[in-house]
C-alpha cells in the first residue's frame, strides 16, 4: 500500500521560510520520481517542481531560484525547502509519485504566509 505523508507546513511571515517533508512507504522510494504540487484556495492543483531518480530537478517558474526540492533515498523523504516565502505562496502542499497506473497524493501540509 503506497502513502505518502506530509508535514512541515505552517503560519510564516512573508519573506520567511519553511521546510516541507514527504515520507514515502509501500515504493521502492528510489526508483520514483518526486514531484510536489500546490493547490490555493479556489484554484486547481499546480505543478511546483521534480526530482529524477538521478536528482536531477525543474521548477516552475513561480518558484525557481527560491523553492529547492531534494530527496534523501536512505529516509524515503523528499524535501522542499521554501524561502523568500510571498503571500502568494498560500496554498495546500501535495507530494505524488507515481506506481504503476497509478498517481498518488499525500494528504497535503498547509502553507499560509502572512503577516
Known amino acids: 500500500q503506497v502513502q505518502l505523508v506530509e508535514s512541515g507546513g505552517g503560519l510564516v511571515q512573508p519573506g520567511g521560510s519553511l521546510r516541507l517533508s514527504c515520507a514515502a512507504s509501500?515504493?521502492?522510494?528510489?526508483?520514483?520520481?518526486m514531484a510536489w504540487y500546490s493547490q490555493a484556495p479556489g484554484s486547481p492543483r499546480v505543478w511546483v517542481a521534480t526530482?529524477?531518480?538521478?536528482?536531477?530537478?525543474i521548477y516552475a517558474g513561480s518558484v525557481k531560484g527560491r523553492f529547492t526540492i531534494s530527496r534523501d533515498d536512505a529516509k524515503n523523504t523528499v524535501y522542499l525547502e521554501m524561502n523568500s516565502l510571498k503571500p502568494e505562496d498560500t496554498a495546500i502542499y501535495y507530494c505524488?509519485?507515481?506506481?504503476?497506473?497509478?498517481?498518488?497524493w499525500g494528504q497535503g501540509t498547509q502553507v499560509t504566509i502572512s503577516s
Open positions: 509501500g515504493i521502492i522510494f528510489s526508483n520514483k520520481p
Open positions: 505524488t509519485t507515481n506506481h504503476g497506473a497509478s498517481n498518488y
Open positions: 526530482i529524477s531518480t538521478s536528482g536531477d530537478t
